[in-house]
């Protein structure tokens, strides 16, 4: 490792805007970013010497194939940033960009590899996939044996991750950021409305601190008072001598990656770098990473490794004979998901975090600390970072053995297919309702969202009660077009209970809804809205229901997935004189959903109040009695026919839906699962957060603006809103059929009038009533003209697809209003 020269090195630290703890990868481009977008007053403190964490030993490795098209933006930025730096700073980066072939030996492998290629070409990263014969040409010493073929991206390659922080550093030195090597944080207090931090050569204060301390980012957390989820896990690779073969090629090899083999190839000089993502893979340093773990590596167990390095051997000959020069075995920080953390930690004011790279930290670098920066500078990323945003995780994700279970399983799937309604298995459950059991035993398969079991779908007619994944269609669509036709046509039964659920009282609690919420709130008791809390730029950062209960009392609902993060946005902005008392009720609260035609018989069938149209309209709320007690019912529906969330005490939950189904038996009562459930929504184009709504977009492109009052006086994003008011929509959420046959769009896949991408689809599916693929998608206007023809690229085909005038099913919307 190269010491860095920085005019601050033997310097105590003094105060800064923003410091960063921590300097690899991560801390330098954050460091980088911060002071390229003019804030220069950044201090980054780092333990040890730059990159003596992880960063220095990782293997290097760029590639831009992920199944995500913020994320594939993202690392696209990395690699433009790492193509570039070199002339910037005058400091060797050592980017090769040699490309990458990765190989399919199934068919469900290539349909993966279409779906990422129709998301490639919305970023515009080159992939083409090519036949065995190709692999042979680009790859010369493959044995292509089982292959059916494999996705070229010529523009991914590998770089020096040394000689790649330190251009970072020096190009933020260049800009007056200040380095202060071997200063370990120590401690960190919130005192006064600014951080102190204690290091071993002084107390600095900041504004802002950002932890990018990777694999010690969790203790780094814990000095602040905030648990972070991260876990060190090891991961070898080897280096073999040079080999001849290597030495006769008048070009670099491209980066292979061999998924059904889980193994990837790269060339290292005249030798092969080959590093396995092998089974059962070792956690290491749970109870916290040596202090002096620095520059340093794991002792080799080549015995964890051998079994993928035999298969390696067998898919390139010539590593079965060549010498191991090194071997490579070192800790990287894991989260439960495999992606990073990045963002403001939820229960503290100004820290944010950007840790966790899981293994992937070199390539995600740069353009996770462009975006951090952003997020920093501007109060939210360039693009949604939703699936990097530290607060997608909540307090279930906070026990050791749960974090290792999790990494464990997701460094296994490294290269597994990743099909778009997969369910990983480890850590579960977690957290589970009282008729997890119950319904378990009726062939329920349960899917997870923020740690809560859920029904997905139900297994009847003798199917047996387990997933069965494809690109195309999973083995439960028939069971899910059944449950989404008992609903249209009787009522279906639904536990809700992961709902994010929140009290919102006080008498400040009207003036501070008001200011965040994009709609105007109910003036009365007993009416509930749907509306959007903005971002200042307009975009959507929440999609919640209010319902007001009394004068100065409110419930929020939304959705399971988004609890710490909604949470976490209220408590931001609630006003710090005791006005306003916020309450997370989600873990005592049930939900049961009833919905179709035939709820209301069924809900009046066991309360003692009148619940006709008259006495219990459409989206309002009203405590009932029922045989188990009072409950909360709220008149809503997102599967677009009459239904009723019912939300009640969790002790009472199983004797509920007793009652429920005892009642329900002569109705036509079936159970139905979240599949169902997005089936039925697409089906009513309502739209879904994380998907469909992000701060990407405004609640007016979203084609959400009667849920907007921006008469109503100022709210959070109100300017803005304005302001594209005016000058008039460039693109509108709009609905297409979709003509399938046999594979459904999932989201993601591009949308095109003749040659032209117009957009991509934001969420798709199968609509079982109305017959027919559903995509949603943001289009220029001019395209979303009802009738006009398109086409969606579904797994590499391009399908015929037309613009709907509204929703394909119930467009006049009476059927929720009955
Ligand atoms: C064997 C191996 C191979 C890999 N190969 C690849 C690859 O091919 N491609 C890829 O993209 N990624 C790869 N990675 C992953 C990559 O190395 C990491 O994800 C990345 O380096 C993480 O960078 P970081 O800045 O988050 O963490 P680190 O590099 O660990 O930096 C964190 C820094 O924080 C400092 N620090 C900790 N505590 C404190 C404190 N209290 N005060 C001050 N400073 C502190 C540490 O000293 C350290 O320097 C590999 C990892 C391994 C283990």
């Known amino acids: 490792m190269a010491a860095l020269e920085t005019d601050t090195e033997n310097a105590a630290p003094a105060d800064a805007k923003v410091v960063i703890v921590g300097g690899g ?27 003596s964490g992880s960063t220095w030993h990782a293997a290097g490795l760029c590639t831009q194939f992920v199944p995500s098209l913020n994320l594939m933006q993202l690392l696209r930025a990395s690699l433009d940033l790492y193509r570039s730096l070199e002339d910037e700073t005058g400091q060797r980066v050592d980017f090769h960009e040699c490309g990458s ?51 070229h991206l010529p523009t991914d390659g590998h770089v020096d991750p040394t000689s790649l922080t330190h251009a970072l550093a020096a190009g933020a030195l260049a800009r007056s950021a200040r380095i202060h090597l071997s200063t370990p944080v120590t401690a960190i207090e919130r005192d006064g409305g600014t951080w102190t931090l204690q290091t071993s050569r002084g107390s600095v ?23 972070l989820p991260i876990v060190p896990l090891q991961h070898h690779y080897v280096v073999t001598e040079p080999l001849a073969e290597i030495e006769a090629l008048e070009r670099e090899l491209p980066v292979l990656r061999d998924a059904d083999g889980s193994f990837y190839v790269r060339q290292e000089g005249n030798g092969l770098l080959v590093g396995p993502f092998e089974p059962d893979p070792k956690p ?44 490579v075995n070192g800790p990287d920080g894991y989260t439960p998901d495999g992606r ?20 992937f930290g070199i390539v995600y670098g740069g353009g996770a600390g462009r975006y951090a920066a952003e997020w920093i500078v501007d109060g939210q990323p360039g693009d949604t970072m939703w699936e990097l945003d530290v607060r997608r995780f909540g307090e279930y994700a906070r026990p050791t053995r749960y974090l290792a279970d999790r990494a464990r399983e997701v460094y296994e799937r490294e290269y597994a297919i990743h099909y778009p309604e997969e369910e990983l298995a480890a850590g579960r459950p977690v957290k589970t309702s009282p008729l997890y059991d119950t319904l378990r035993a009726d062939g329920a398969v349960f899917g997870v969202r923020s740690g809560w079991e859920r029904p997905l779908w139900f297994a009847r007619n003798g199917e047996e009660p387990r997933d069965l994944y494809s690109f195309r269609r999973g083995n439960w669509h028939e069971a899910v077009g059944e449950e989404c036709r008992a609903v249209r046509s009787a009522v279906g039964i639904l536990d809700q209970t992961s709902f994010a659920k929140f009290e919102v009282s006080g008498p400040g609690a009207e003036a501070f809804l008001e200011r965040l919420c994009a709609n105007a709130l109910p003036e009365e008791t007993g009416q509930i809205v749907l509306t959007q809390m903005c971002t200042p730029l307009g975009g959507i950062e929440c999609d919640v229901t209010v319902s007001r209960l009394g004068d100065d009392r409110f419930y929020v609902v939304s959705a399971a997935a988004t609890e710490t993060h909604d949470y976490a946005w209220l408590e931001r902005h609630r006003p710090e004189d005791g006005s306003v008392r916020l309450a997370n009720v989600t873990a005592r609260s049930g939900v049961l959903t009833l919905a179709g035609p035939r709820s209301r018989d069924l809900l009046q069938a066991l309360a003692r109040e009148d619940v006709s149209r008259e006495a219990f309209p459409f ?45 329900g038996r002569p109705l036509g009562l079936v159970d139905f699962g979240y599949r169902a459930l997005e089936s039925l929504r697409l089906e009513k184009a309502y739209r879904l957060w994380g998907a469909d709504l992000s701060q990407d977009w405004t609640p007016l492109e979203a084609a959400m603006e009667r849920f907007v009052r921006l008469d109503k006086g100022p709210f959070v994003g109100r300017d803005a809103l304005l302001r594209q ?3 008039g929509l460039e693109r509108t959420l709009t609905c297409l059929s979709v003509d399938v046959d046999g594979a459904d769009p999932h989201g993601l896949e591009p949308v095109r009038s003749g040659e032209r991408i117009v957009g991509y689809v934001t969420s798709g599916g199968f609509g079982h009533t109305v017959g027919t693929g559903i995509a949603l998608s943001y289009l220029p206007v001019g395209d979303a003209v009802p009738g006009t023809e398109l086409t969606v690229e579904i797994l590499g085909e391009r399908r015929s697809a037309v613009v709907a005038a509204g929703p394909l099913y119930d467009p006049g919307n009476e059927r929720p209003v009955a």
Not at 125 to 145: C, K, S, Y
């Open 25 to 51: 990868v991560a801390g330098c481009s954050l460091a980088y970013h911060l002071t390229r977008l003019g804030w220069t007053d950044v201090a980054l403190l780092e333990a040890d010497q730059l990159t």
């Open 101 to 151: 072939v990765r190989l399919a030996a199934t068919h469900d492998r290539m349909d993966e590899f279409f779906h990422r290629r129709g998301i490639a070409e919305l970023v515009g990263v080159p992939v083409e996939i090519v036949g065995p014969e190709r692999v042979q040409e680009l790859f010369p010493l493959v044995d292509a044996t089982g292959i059916l073929g494999a996705a």
């Open 205 to 227: 204060r900041a504004e802002i601190v950002v932890n990018a301390a990777g694999q010690w980012a969790r203790r780094v957390g814990r000095m602040a008072g905030a648990e």
């Open 284 to 327: 290491w340093a749970l109870d916290g990473v040596p202090d002096d773990f620095h520059g340093r590596l794991l002792p080799a167990d080549l015995d964890q490794i051998e079994g993928v390095l035999a298969t390696a051997a067998e898919r390139v000959p010539a590593f079965a004979g060549a010498g191991i020069k090194t071997v």
């Open 340 to 359: 990073c953390l990045m963002g403001p930690v939820p229960g503290l004011r100004s820290f944010h975090v950007l840790a966790g790279f899981s293994i």
């Open 619 to 663: 989206f309002r709320c009203r405590e009932l009695e029922l045989p188990v007690g009072p409950v909360l019912a709220l008149r809503v529906s997102y599967v677009g026919e009459l239904g009723y969330e019912l939300h009640h005490p969790l002790e009472w939950q199983r004797a509920l839906y007793e009652h429920l189904r005892e009642a």
């Open 725 to 727: 008011r005016d000058a």
